[in-house]
C-alpha cells in the first residue's frame, strides 16, 4: 500500500466539495424497510445538501458528513418521501418508509392514454437533449464466473450526462482488480453502463420516447402513483415483434404535469456485444433500473442507474460458462465546476483500463470515501482482492 502522495492530497483537496475530510467527519450508516411489512427497501436515492447515495439491495446505505445537524431525505418512486434531521452522531439508523397512494387509470374506449403521455414526454425531453448536465459521479462494477467473483472496478470520475447517455468522463480517482485467464474482463464494460443511463433513443439502444413511438411499441397505462406532491404516470411500454436491435422493455414513470421523465424499469433485449477472438456469448440478460431527479421545471437529469447483465461465454471448445456482471452508476452533484473540456468521448472502444492508467490510486482514500454501502458479497469480494493484492489503479 502506497502512501498518500502529492497527487493524492491534491485530489482529496480537489474532491473536499463533495467529501470532507475534517477530523469531525463521521460516516452515518443505516438501512431503509417498507413500514407496513418491515422489509428491506432498494434504490432509494439518500441525498444530504452536499452528497447522495442509495441503499443497495439489502436496503443499507452509508454517507459521510462532517455537518451536525444533519438533514438526510429518502426518495424512491412508491414510496412516500421522507426527511429526518440528526442533531448527534449515532452508530445505526433505522428509516421506514410508507408506500404511496396508487390509482387505476379511467378506461376510455378509443383511447390510448399511455401513448399520449409517452408523446408528451418525448416532446419535453427532445427539447433538452442539447444540453450537457457536468458534474461528478460514482461507478462501481463487479464480474463473476460461475460462483467466482473475477473482476471489480471503482471509479470517481467527472462526466458530461445527456438525457440519450453519459457522453464523455474524466477517472479521477480509480481502482481495479482482475483474477487472470478468465472469459470477462472489465476493460471496456463501463460503456455498457453508460450507455444505457438515459431515457432517449442512442445509436445502441432503442427507447421508446420517440417522434411516432406507437411504429415500434404498444403502450398501456398501468396505475398512477403519488410521489413528491406529484402524479406520476406507470406506463407498460412493449416492443413490436420484427425488431433486431438493442431495444428497451418495461416501465417508464412520467410526471403527469410536467412530462418529466423519473424512472425507467426493464430489460434491454438484442444489444448487440461487440466480442474479439473466439469467445462466444448466448443467452445475454441485461436489467436496468434508472430513476432520475427533476432540474427545473421541465427537465430531468440521471440520479442512479443499476445495471445487471448476464449471459453463457463459450472460449472455443471449452463448455459454456455463466458470466455475469453488475453495475452500479451513481451521479454525486451536478452544480461544481466541471468543465467538458478534456472529457474523453464514451464509446464502444472505449478502454477503461487505458485511463486507469494514468488515474491516481490512493487506498486511504477509498478508506475514507464509501458512497454505495457494500453487501457482505461485495465486501468479501472486495477484501479478498485487497488480501491478495490485486487491487490496483490498472493491471500491467
Not at 157 to 170: H, K, Q, T, V
Not at 265 to 274: A, R, S
Not at 289 to 308: C, M, N, W
Not at 330 to 337: A, G, Q, R, T
Request: proline letters at 3%.
Amino acid at each position: 500500500m502506497e502512501r498518500i502522495g502529492i497527487i493524492s492530497c491534491f485530489l482529496l483537496l480537489f474532491f473536499s466539495k463533495i467529501f470532507s475530510q475534517s477530523a469531525t467527519e463521521h460516516r452515518f450508516k443505516g438501512v431503509v424497510l417498507d413500514s407496513t411489512n418491515r422489509t428491506p427497501v432498494e434504490f432509494v436515492s439518500v441525498i444530504t445538501a452536499t452528497t447522495a447515495s442509495v441503499s443497495n439491495e439489502h436496503g443499507g446505505f452509508v454517507i459521510s458528513s462532517s455537518s451536525i445537524p444533519l438533514k438526510l431525505c429518502f426518495t424512491r418512486i412508491g414510496y412516500q418521501s421522507k426527511c429526518i434531521v440528526l442533531d448527534k452522531y449515532v452508530d445505526s439508523i433505522v428509516v421506514f418508509l410508507n408506500i404511496a397512494d396508487s390509482t387505476l387509470p379511467e378506461i376510455v374506449i378509443g383511447k390510448n392514454e399511455g401513448l399520449t403521455i409517452m408523446m408528451n414526454a418525448f416532446n419535453t425531453a427532445k427539447k433538452n437533449v442539447d444540453i450537457a448536465y457536468t458534474g461528478k459521479g460514482y461507478l462501481r462494477q463487479i464480474s463473476k464466473e460461475a460462483d467466482e467473483y473475477t473482476g471489480l472496478q471503482e471509479v470517481f470520475f467527472d462526466g458530461e450526462w445527456r438525457n440519450f447517455a453519459m457522453n464523455s468522463w474524466r477517472p479521477m480517482q480509480a481502482r481495479y482488480a482482475n483474477v487472470e485467464n478468465r472469459s470477462i474482463t472489465l476493460a471496456n464494460f463501463s460503456f455498457l453502463s453508460f450507455v444505457t443511463s438515459g431515457y432517449i433513443s442512442n445509436n445502441y439502444v432503442r427507447f421508446p420516447l420517440a417522434q411516432k413511438p406507437d411504429s415500434l411499441y404498444t403502450f398501456q397505462l398501468e396505475k398512477y402513483v403519488s410521489y413528491d406532491d406529484a402524479e406520476v404516470a406507470v406506463i407498460i411500454c412493449a416492443p413490436k415483434p420484427g425488431y433486431k436491435k438493442g431495444i428497451f422493455s418495461g416501465r417508464f414513470y412520467i410526471d403527469t404535469n410536467t412530462f418529466q421523465v423519473l424512472k425507467t424499469e426493464g430489460v434491454i433485449l438484442n444489444l448487440q456485444v461487440n466480442l474479439s477472438g473466439p469467445l462466444k456469448m448466448r443467452n445475454i440478460e441485461i436489467s436496468s433500473i434508472a430513476q432520475y431527479k427533476k432540474r427545473g421545471d421541465r427537465e430531468s437529469v440521471l440520479d442512479f442507474a443499476d445495471i445487471e447483465f448476464s449471459a453463457k461465454a463459450s472460449f472455443g471448445f471449452i463448455t459454456a460458462r455463466k458470466i455475469s456482471y453488475s453495475s452500479k452508476l451513481l451521479m454525486l452533484d451536478y452544480d461544481v465546476n466541471v468543465k467538458s473540456e478534456g472529457l474523453v468521448a464514451i464509446n464502444a472502444g472505449s478502454n477503461d483500463l487505458a485511463a486507469y492508467h494514468v488515474t491516481p490510486y490512493d487506498p486511504k482514500f477509498w478508506e475514507e470515501n464509501p458512497i454505495v454501502k457494500r453487501t457482505a458479497e461485495e465486501e468479501n469480494i472486495i477484501q479478498k482482492f485487497e488480501k491478495e493484492k490485486k487491487i490496483s489503479n490498472f493491471i500491467p
